[in-house]
C-alpha cells in the first residue's frame, strides 16, 4: 500500500491526451515538491517532471504538471508509442521523514 | 555529463550481507544529497536511504533500519550502502540517485537477489 495513490493504468490512442493523477496528504504533496518520472521497460527512471510543474531540459513540452492541495497530475499530450512506460509520483513526507513513491501509472498507448 | 555507476550486487543467502557502490562523476558530488532506491521484481520504486552532502544527516525506510548503512566518500566520489541481515524481500534492483528527493540523475541499477 503506497503513501502516494496513483491509477493503476491509463491508455489513450496515439496523438490523443491522458492525465495520471497522484494523491497524497498535507504531510507529502500538500507542503513539498513532487516529481514525477517515466521508466520505459527495462530501464532506469528518469525525471520528467520537478517541483510539480517544471522540465528538467530536455523533456519536450507535451509533458506538463500541476498540483492542486493534496494531489497532482500529469498530463501527456500528442501521445507517442514511445510514451509506453510506467510513470510514479514521488516526494518528502514530512512527518514521516521518508521519500514516498507513488505505485505506479502504467500508460499504454493503444 | 552526469554519470552513476552501481557495483556490488549479485546472489546472497538469507542473513548475509552486500556492501553496494555507487561511483559518480560529473558533477561536484560534495554538493549533494544522495539517495538508494529499489525497485523489487515487477514492483514499483521503494526509496531505501539517503545521506546529506557531509554524511552528517541520514534517513532511511523502517524496513531497513538496523541493518543498512548508507555512507558517502567525498574525496572517493562514491557512494555506498552497507546490507546486513538480508532477507528475501530484500531482492532488488538497487539504484543510486542524486539528490535526497527530487532524483535529478539515477544510475542503471545492480541486482541483489536474496535466496538459499
Known amino acids: 500500500q503506497s503513501v502516494l495513490t496513483q491509477p493503476p493504468s491509463v491508455s489513450a490512442a496515439p496523438g490523443q491526451k491522458v492525465t495520471i493523477s497522484c494523491s497524497g496528504s498535507?504531510?507529502?504533496?500538500?507542503?513539498?515538491?513532487v516529481s514525477w518520472y517515466q521508466q520505459l521497460p527495462g530501464t532506469a527512471p528518469k525525471l520528467l517532471i520537478y517541483?510539480?510543474?517544471k522540465r528538467p531540459s530536455g523533456i519536450p513540452d507535451r509533458f506538463s504538471g500541476s498540483k492542486s492541495g493534496t494531489s497532482v497530475t500529469l498530463g501527456i499530450t500528442g501521445l507517442q508509442t514511445g510514451d509506453e512506460a510506467d510513470y510514479y509520483c514521488?516526494?518528502?513526507?514530512?512527518?514521516?521523514?521518508?521519500?514516498?513513491f507513488g505505485g505506479g501509472t502504467k500508460l499504454t498507448v493503444l | 555529463e552526469v554519470q552513476l555507476v552501481e557495483s556490488g550486487g549479485g546472489l546472497v543467502q538469507p542473513g548475509g550481507s552486500l556492501r553496494l557502490s555507487c561511483a559518480a562523476s560529473g558533477f561536484t558530488f560534495s554538493k549533494y544529497w544522495m539517495s538508494w532506491v529499489r525497485q523489487a521484481p515487477g514492483k514499483g520504486l521503494e526509496w531505501v536511504a539517503n545521506i546529506k552532502q557531509d554524511g552528517s544527516e541520514k534517513y532511511y525506510v523502517d524496513s531497513v533500519k538496523g541493518r543498512f548503512t548508507i555512507s558517502k566518500d567525498n574525496a572517493k566520489n562514491s557512494l555506498y550502502l552497507q546490507m546486513n541481515s538480508l532477507r528475501a524481500e530484500d531482492t532488488a534492483i538497487y539504484y543510486c540517485?542524486?539528490?535526497?528527493?527530487?532524483?535529478?540523475?539515477w544510475g542503471q541499477g545492480t541486482l541483489v537477489t536474496v535466496s538459499s
Open positions: 498535507s504531510s507529502n504533496i500538500g507542503n513539498n515538491y
Open positions: 517541483e510539480n510543474n
Open positions: 514521488g516526494t518528502w513526507d514530512s512527518s514521516l521523514s521518508v521519500v514516498v
Open positions: 540517485a542524486r539528490k535526497g528527493y527530487k532524483f535529478d540523475y
